[in-house]
T-cell receptor, first 112, second 115 residues
Framework: KAGVTQTPRYLIKTRGQQVTLSCSPISGHRSVSWYQQTPGQGLQFLFEYFSETQRNKGNFPGRFSGRQFSNSRSEMNVSTLELGDSALYLC???????????FGPGTRLTVL | SQQGEEDPQALSIQEGENATMNCSYKTSINNLQWYRQNSGRGLVHLILIRSNEREKHSGRLRVTLDTSKKSSSLLITASRAADTASYFCATDPPTSGGSNYKLTFGKGTLLTVNP
């Protein structure tokens, strides 16, 4: 089975721009979660989607949003980028009912 | 906010030695997991221990869980240079029903194994 894939792997944006990151889960997995990893705050939960519905959301501003498509692929969007949004964004997929999630390689976002 | 706190923050050992990392957490959990991350890449799941388990083994890994102290430890025996990585504990709240969809991570232990 192919693992979780994330595109792009690296991204450079400037403040005020918006960005969309993509995640393709493992085949058959219906749950996709997103995490932000920074040196200062560590790994923080952004949100999780299951069967195209957002099931839970972390404590992030409304500039961070996401969606899930019928094929379980997910995208997250960050609008009006700030310097502090520079981070590694990790996507994880799981069957959605049990079992540990599998993480993708991440997208490294740099905001200048 | 971080649920778990790993201790130590950094650990440097020689190949062949054992490495022990500790994790403490604050609230009730459904399970606790350990992950490895190599140099800013994705997380690799190592082992999961449920709240009603006390000890679990997987190859060279041994995990213990003490829910009364809200703490866990990860022991890597006979370490290798390839074990050099950051190690994170992650907790899954009881409300998730075991779905593991919302993990709370600690800040991690950076393990360096010198050849």
């Amino acid at each position: 089975k192919a693992g979780v894939t994330q595109t792009p792997r690296y991204l450079i944006k400037t403040r005020g721009q918006q960005v969309t990151l993509s995640c393709s889960p493992i085949s058959g997995h219906r749950s996709v979660s997103w995490y932000q990893q920074t040196p200062g705050q560590g790994l923080q939960f952004l949100f999780e989607y299951f069967s195209e519905t957002q099931r839970n959301k972390g404590n992030f501003p409304g500039r961070f949003s996401g969606r899930q498509f019928s094929n379980s692929r997910s995208e997250m969007n960050v609008s009006t980028l700030e310097l502090g949004d520079s981070a590694l964004y990790l996507c994880a997929s799981s069957p959605g009912t049990s079992g540990p999630p599998s993480f993708g390689p991440g997208t490294r976002l740099t905001v200048l | 906010s971080q649920q778990g706190e790993e201790d130590p923050q950094a650990l440097s050992i020689q190949e062949g030695e054992n490495a022990t990392m500790n994790c403490s957490y604050k609230t009730s959990i459904n399970n606790l997991q350990w992950y490895r991350q190599n140099s800013g890449r994705g997380l690799v799941h190592l082992i999961l221990i449920r709240s009603n388990e006390r000890e679990k083994h997987s190859g060279r890994l041994r995990v213990t869980l003490d829910t009364s102290k809200k703490s866990s430890s990860l022991l890597i025996t006979a370490s290798r240079a390839a074990d050099t990585a950051s190690y994170f504990c992650a907790t899954d709240p009881p409300t998730s029903g075991g779905s593991n969809y919302k993990l709370t991570f600690g800040k991690g232990t950076l393990l360096t194994v010198n050849p």
